[in-house]
Nanobody
Framework: QVQLVESGGGSVQSGGSLRLSCAASGYTYSNYFMGWFRQAPGKEREGVAVIGSDGSTTYADSVKGRFTISQDNAKNTLYLQMNSLQPEDTAMYYC??????????????????????WGKGTQVTVSS
């Protein structure tokens, strides 16, 4: 059974940084996409960044140049390095995975409902 456990959230001031981690277990697929999504109160869940099994990455325009998604296959861990955080980045951040991957990263990051496996989330709060 696939389990995803996020960590690394917290409270920071505007301009600060955080690194989120997502530890995956029971996940042995070779063709997949994994990603980070976020949901603020009263808003729909939105894609932040996704990464494919080939290492290809896709980012939401709002985080390009500030966030970096990466993975350590040896540790079965997904990361999201978040720099220059702004109050509008405040949300619950979720890790998600889907396999097999049929479409592009751009297709997946805009469609969170395509991801079958989800973590419980980690809260990120950015104050001005």
């Amino acid at each position: 059974q696939v389990q995803l456990v996020e960590s690394g959230g917290g409270s920071v001031q505007s301009g600060g940084s955080l690194r989120l981690s997502c530890a995956a277990s029971g996940y042995t697929y070779s063709n997949y996409f994994m990603g980070w999504f976020r949901q603020a109160p009263g808003k729909e869940r939105e894609g932040v960044a996704v990464i494919g099994s080939d290492g290809s990455t896709t980012y939401a325009d709002s985080v390009k140049g500030r966030f970096t998604i990466s993975q350590d296959n040896a540790k079965n861990t997904l990361y999201l390095q978040m720099n220059s955080l702004q109050p509008e980045d405040t949300a619950m951040y979720y890790c998600a995975a889907e396999s097999p991957a049929y479409y592009s990263g751009y297709y997946y990051y805009r469609r969170p409902w395509l991801f079958r496996y989800w973590g419980k989330g980690t809260q990120v709060t950015v104050s001005s």
